[in-house]
């Protein structure tokens, strides 16, 4: 079965109709016309008779995925706290209360850290996140990298109080994200990236393809 203006089709099942003939079912088409993720869609035939089962749906391609993790040094602290914990509990009270209590600040602390960490930046074909906070791309302004002494007058002084902060002490990069709405007073958002040129490359590329500005 070939669909107008679709690509490769493909029968999932089959089932025969009311003549008695054999019936495609149920049909996935891929349409190869877009670039990846390809559309796909189902269709079921009743019998023989197609109707749409669901919506057609493209997928969202990610351009750009960032996970500020703290650095290793955190954790080798954590392990060094909880080595001083068991030997200060090791001599007067042996291990049955050193190896209970080191045990506990290696966990709590590694939950801390895994929490602190996981900030993610994600730029796709709908906008940009960091952490549960979203901005969509048509009000997307221009996006401006910034290292070393910009960063910290960026983070500093420099900061408008009205603007969002997704910061992390241990990333010495931002990127100050220009918010284009002229309904919301955030004038913009300053995340912190390992990456701020290639950040803010990704910004602009989806930004111009999706609102061609």
Known sequence: ??????????????????????????VTIDDPTRSAPAIRGTLNTDPCGIHLHGAWQAATMTHYRERLV??????????GLAAS???????????SVSLPSAGAVLVLGAAALLAYGRLAIVVDDDGVSVGRARLPLTAVGPAEALTGEDARAARGPGLDRRAYVAI??????????????TADPTPYW????RRPERLVAE?????QTTTGR
């Open 1 to 26: 079965m070939v669909l107008p203006g679709a690509g490769a089709s493909r029968c999932r099942s089959i089932a025969p109709s009311r003549g008695g003939a054999p019936c495609c079912r149920s």
């Open 70 to 79: 703290v650095p290793a040094r955190w954790w080798m602290l954590l392990v």
């Open 85 to 95: 914990v068991w030997l200060v509990y090791e001599l007067p009270f042996g291990p």
């Open 168 to 181: 992390r002490g241990y990333v010495p990069g931002v990127v100050r994200i220009g918010v284009d709405d």
């Open 190 to 193: 300053l995340v912190s990236t």
């Open 203 to 207: 910004l602009e590329a989806a930004r």
